[in-house]
């Protein structure tokens, strides 16, 4: 009796292991669960520069959040459409906090798509933790060229939506030459061949070094008449520039053409001319066309002048008018302001992320890289040269439509306000030199 009962027992034991073995095999051989897309945000949340990261952070959710709403992104390995998931890391505008941010969300986050990062300083320092792990960057700020043409660090994985330094620097450099020049000269009666005097004040970065080397490249292969008065450094995030402007102000300069952040460059303008009477045409970057720029300036604004390919208070006419409009709308409907030019940036940044995985069919980060690499996407809510998104083969390059405003104080408004006024496809006023301005030496 007790062999019939021990040989029942071991029989049962014996199937409910089939069972659970048969289980197993069904589990293993079943598809992949569905899951999300982590795309970490590399913006500075905290210290000198969280007002442009705040910008960028909620413009990305902006974008998340339209993906999302049209069902996420088709991933083919999958078979299904996941939502995107926004993982923020704050750089803490400094380079030790991006490599904890950057490290943070690649080792425990496990991100999909890397997007942001805005001072080329900062950037540079967690570069090598990303190409390490091979993890695609989309970096819409940094706009040092080095970020994706350095060779001491693999940038294979990096690709910069931002125009760099040269870019930008070349542009300015054309404008102060082909319409601030002219007008000095006009005005004041001067020769029509005079050169003008230009004073440089950069940010003792791979961002300001790039700006005053494309001024000085610029000026030497155009041949352009332009004299460089006085260059001069300072720290980032510095907020007290009126010793170094009355060593600017000495060299007696037409315009002084400024590579610095939004906390930097409203300062220095408001100290030139109500502390050092430096009465003079300011130029800035396209980093600082933002609101808070704007609100911060306030009348010392007025007269001077911004580089920008987006801006928070006009809109170029043409293919993107209508998708950067209905951005701007969306943005002030959720957090109750306008976007800036990195916020712009940033938001594109999403959707191409968000496109290469689609079109690459996998959450791999291999194949997604591969794919960033030779896709091409209608332009979204910026001008893009050739009226598309894509990026060069060699450097990693997004081509922009860029433009110069002049910024003017709104009576009705009782605010500052820009006008694009050049080049002349985009012309929206002409420049005027402000009648406080005072010219340099004859």
Not at 368 to 390: A, Y
Request: hydrophobic fraction near 40%; glycine fraction near 8%.
């Amino acid at each position: 009796m007790k062999k019939i009962v021990l040989g029942a027992l071991l029989a049962c034991i014996i199937c409910m292991v089939l069972i659970a073995g048969c289980t197993q095999m069904q589990t293993s051989s079943a598809p992949p669960a569905v899951k999300e897309a982590k795309i970490g945000v590399v913006a500075s949340l905290t210290g000198p520069a969280s007002a442009t990261g705040k910008d960028m952070w909620q413009s990305a959710m902006i974008a998340a959040d339209e993906i999302n709403a049209n069902g996420g992104v088709y991933v083919k390995d999958l078979g299904a459409k996941i939502p995107i998931v926004l993982v923020q890391g704050d750089d803490e505008s400094t380079r030790e906090g991006g490599q904890k941010a950057v490290s943070r969300m690649i080792s425990n986050d496990n991100v999909d798509v890397l997007v942001g990062g805005f001072s080329s300083a900062v950037t540079t320092a967690h570069q090598s933790i990303v190409a390490d792990n091979k993890v695609p960057y989309i970096i819409t700020g940094a706009s040092s060229p080095t970020i994706t043409r350095r060779t001491d660090v693999d940038t294979s994985y990096m690709y910069h939506f931002c125009p760099t330094t040269d870019d930008y620097g070349k542009q300015t450099t054309e404008f102060i030459s082909e319409v601030i020049r002219p007008a000095i000269n006009e005005k004041y009666g001067y020769s029509a061949d005079r050169p003008l005097r230009l004073a440089i004040v950069y940010q003792d970065s791979p961002y300001g070094k790039g700006v005053l080397s494309a001024v000085e490249a610029t000026i030497q292969r155009e041949g352009l008449p332009i004299q460089l008065v006085s260059n001069e450094s300072f720290k980032m995030g510095e907020t007290d520039f009126r010793t170094l402007l009355t060593s600017v102000k000495a060299t007696r300069p037409d315009a002084v053409y400024a590579a610095a952040f939004l906390n930097e460059q409203a300062p220095m303008i408001i100290q030139a001319r109500r502390d050092v009477g430096l009465d003079t045409i300011f130029l800035a970057v396209e980093c600082n066309d933002d609101p808070d720029y704007y609100s911060s300036l306030g009348q010392y604004g007025a007269g001077s002048v911004i580089e920008s390919h987006f801006s928070p208070y006009t809109v170029p006419g043409g293919s993107t008018a209508a998708a950067a409009t209905a951005f701007k709308e969306a943005y002030k409907s959720r957090w109750g302001g306008l976007p800036g030019m990195m916020g712009a940036t940033t938001y594109e940044g999403v959707y191409i992320a968000a496109n290469a995985i689609e079109q690459a069919g996998s959450l791999d980060k291999a194949r997604v890289q591969d794919t960033l690499g030779s896709m091409s996407i209608p332009e979204i809510i910026e001008t893009m040269q050739g009226g598309e998104i894509s990026f060069t083969e060699e450097a990693h390059e997004a081509q922009f439509t860029l433009y110069m405003e002049q910024l003017y104080w709104d009576d009705s408004l009782q605010a500052l306000r820009p006008k694009i006024v050049w080049p002349a496809g985009l012309k929206e006023a002409d420049f005027v030199l402000p009648d406080w301005y005072q010219p340099g030496s004859p």
